[in-house]
């Protein structure tokens, strides 16, 4: 299992915010009958790369406290970066390798990539306020050169002005059900979602663009019934617990067994089990599932145009989506239907 690494000051979750959801959240709540695992262990916490998401060179004093003092979603070194990135946080997990493989084939930005992994529709709360925001006491701004989402977020936010087209698909993506390891609460589906006593974390509708997706797929499967209790019956009843950061704090709760399953989607599964941690996954059928196409897009001003168009192109080149593949991303086809 990967232990966290305390030299990660610049890297990774809100987990300000993380720390104070997940109190408020469970506060006197129920533990799980047969939790995984429980208590405030550094095994179970963000960062997950092991070091790996180290962009900055020179790192200074080194201050990672989790929960209280974590910034796990912000990478690199803000101050006069050479390529912004704004990444809905789907694949947080692939950007370390992914920004390695570009500054690898572009050295001069080695050090000099800044990049976000927050839930895309915070992203473009923080695109519309110049690139500012405020984790805990700590403000800063750094307007972005890439919007990277869902195809339909990107191609909105083109509607609107934010971005520029054209908009760049290139992997996809599909949905699964996250369970701790041996599924101690035998879900076999998505219709067990709906039971009274299944705890679940589920991606907040507010601003992840995953929880449209997720909701379609309840609706294949249960209709408005099923659909309604996991994101109207069990939220109000607390069973159902909204994420403000699902793809870190799904597993997070699970492995604390603070939950018991959460929909995410198929490559945060994968992920999870290649890192050695105590999670597995459901299949969800093809006829309940849902694909997501994911894009990029350039900002309308962005600062480093020469390094935006460079991202866009490799994004989609074969060195890219190999790395994409490991994690069950499947290259984006246009005439696939």
């Known amino acids: 299992m990967f232990s966290i690494n305390r030299r990660t000051i610049a890297a990774c979750i809100m987990g300000v915010i993380g720390a104070l959801v997940i109190g408020a959240a469970y506060a006197g709540g129920e533990q799980a009958a047969n939790p995984v695992q429980t208590g405030h262990t550094q095994d179970v916490y963000p960062p997950w790369q092991h070091g790996a998401n180290d962009d900055s060179p020179v790192r200074g004093l080194p201050f990672t406290e989790p929960d209280a003092d974590n910034l796990a979603d912000f990478h690199g070194n803000p101050v006069n970066p050479a390529l912004v990135l704004y990444v809905g946080g789907n694949y947080f997990f692939a950007m370390a390798p992914l920004v390695q493989a570009f500054e690898a084939r572009y050295p001069q930005y080695k050090g000099h990539v800044y990049w976000e992994t927050i839930p895309p529709g915070l992203l473009v709360k923080q695109m519309a306020s110049g690139g ?7 403000t800063w701004t ?3 050169d890439v919007y990277l989402a869902g195809l339909n977020a990107v191609q909105k936010q083109i509607e609107t002005g934010l971005l520029q087209a054209p908009a760049v698909p290139y992997v996809t993506n599909t949905l699964t059900i996250m369970v701790a390891a041996g599924n101690p609460a035998h879900i076999a589906g998505l219709v067990d979602l709906g039971k009274p ?3 679940l974390a589920m991606p907040n509708p507010a601003f ?15 209709g408005d019934t099923l659909e309604n209790a996991v994101y109207g019956t069990k939220v109000a009843d607390g069973s159902t617990v909204l994420t403000h950061i699902h793809h870190r704090q799904t597993p997070l709760w699970i492995m604390q067994g603070k939950a018991q399953a959460g929909v995410t989607w198929q490559s945060e599964a994968m992920f999870q089990e290649q890192a050695g941690h105590p999670i597995s996954h459901v299949d969800i059928p093809a006829a309940d599932n849902t694909t997501a196409i994911y894009a990029a897009a350039m ?4 600062p480093h145009v020469e390094a935006a168009r460079r991202w866009l192109d490799f994004i989609h080149s074969p060195a890219g ?17």
Do not use: D, W
């Open 299 to 302: 900002t309308a001003h962005a």
């Open 197 to 199: 006593g299944v705890r």
């Open 142 to 144: 750094v307007p972005a």
């Open 321 to 337: 989506l190999t790395i994409f593949e490991r994690y069950g991303f499947k290259p984006y086809e246009a005439n696939a239907g």
């Open 132 to 138: 500012t925001v405020t984790v805990g006491n700590m």
């Open 208 to 222: 992840e663009g995953i929880a449209r997706q997720i909701k379609t797929s309840l609706e294949r499967a249960g």
